[in-house]
């Protein structure tokens, strides 16, 4: 089976270490949450989730996110914090999301394509490694909430 009818899913706290590159064959996935697991990486076929609206990734060990992740022109929510990522993929083709969280992690510089997030409403940095935002962070005209404590601005 492929569970191609499934539109949610929880993993949560189960250890999980490694996901299926097949797991972007999930067409109709609109929320998965994944938190308190062990994930280092996020699989490429991530970025085939077209359905996707809502996702967490909290409290994993996620280094980086593959540039395939950009693709996500669905997800509205994203909630990667109390991880380890260095960095954001560089690319702008989220248009939908709305309330992105990436606080509690080491994310040093964000690419100059950040402030195409047009609709980025909820904006949560804190407890980072940032040392400067990029020119373009100017153009988040939607942002209603920031957050950037604790960095090194």
């Not at 996110?65 to 109390?82: D, E, G, K, Q």
């Not at 964000?110 to 373009?136: A, D, I, K, V, Y």
Request: aromatic share 6%.
């Amino acid at each position: 089976g492929s569970l191609s009818a499934l539109e949610v899913l929880s993993l949560c706290e189960n250890s999980i270490e490694e996901l299926p590159d097949s797991f972007g064959h999930l067409a109709n996935l609109r929320t998965c949450s994944l938190v308190h697991n062990r994930l280092r990486t996020v699989p490429d076929g991530f970025g085939d989730l077209m359905s996707l609206e809502h996702l967490a990734l909290s409290y994993n060990p996620i280094e980086s996110l593959p540039p395939s992740f950009c693709r996500l022109r669905a997800l509205r929510s994203l909630h990667i914090y109390h991880g380890a990522l260095t960095a954001w993929p560089d690319g702008d083709d989220m248009p939908a999301l709305q309330d992105l969280r990436l606080d509690f992690n080491r994310i040093v510089r964000l690419p100059e394509t950040f402030g195409r997030l047009s609709r980025l409403q909820e904006l949560r940095l804190g407890e980072n490694l940032l040392c400067e935002l990029p020119e373009s962070f100017g153009d988040l005209s939607a942002l209603r909430m920031l957050f950037l404590s604790s960095n090194q601005l």
